[in-house]
């Protein structure tokens, strides 16, 4: 005998009834910072690789290299993101942040729990709210933290402090960062 889901009897905002509203607002605030952390990556991309000097022999090759290198600014995902900064960072000859090697650990840090909030399932919270999401990583390790609004809250400001980090590393250098309006040399004008 077969069954199927009567739709029309599922509790309203299901599968995710069980959580308060809060956790959800919680939960989307992180994803977006995570989501403004891969846009702020491309951005300090865009401004290493434009403001790296080249001698005359050296140009034509970088420009045709550059064009990709931006592309791929725009449309990888966050990993690729942080290793592509960290090079980027590491061949600008004039590039004055001294932490590179902490703060890049810390983004993959930060990488590796962004893919346990967007990719998790939650499970039902607990008494208190919390849950702890179905998330097995590639190296076939399972989550096992429980997870509630101030634990989320708590990742929010620390990736907003690593954005932070991010767009100093560039205005460090003096250069104004890439969409901004604040202090410093403009890196590209277009020609509108």
């Known amino acids: 005998m077969s069954h199927i889901i009567n739709i029309d009897t599922l509790p309203e905002m299901y599968p995710t009834h069980r959580h308060e509203p809060v956790f959800w607002e919680a939960l989307g605030r992180v994803v977006a910072t995570y989501g403004f952390l891969e846009e702020t990556l491309g951005k300090a991309i865009f401004a290493f690789t434009a403001t790296t000097p080249y001698s005359e022999q050296e140009v034509q090759k970088a420009l045709d290299g550059w064009l990709p290198k931006l592309q791929h600014a725009l449309s990888d995902q966050l990993w690729n993101l942080i290793e592509l900064y960290g090079k980027s960072v590491r061949e ?12 890049i650990e810390q983004l993959k840090e930060a990488g590796k729990i962004r893919n346990v909030i967007c990719h998790g399932s939650w499970r039902t ?3 208190e709210g919390a849950s702890v999401p179905f998330f097995v990583n590639r190296q076939q390790e ?9 634990w989320l809250a708590q990742l929010q400001k620390h990736i907003s402090e690593l954005i932070c980090a991010v767009i100093n590393s560039v205005t460090h250098m003096g250069w104004q960062f890439p969409g901004g309006a604040g202090p410093g040399k403009v890196i590209w004008e277009s020609n509108k």
């Open 142 to 150: 399972r989550f096992d933290r429980t997870i509630d609004v101030a």
């Open 125 to 127: 919270p607990n008494s």
């Open 92 to 103: 600008h000859p004039n590039a004055t942040i001294e932490n590179l090697a902490d703060l």
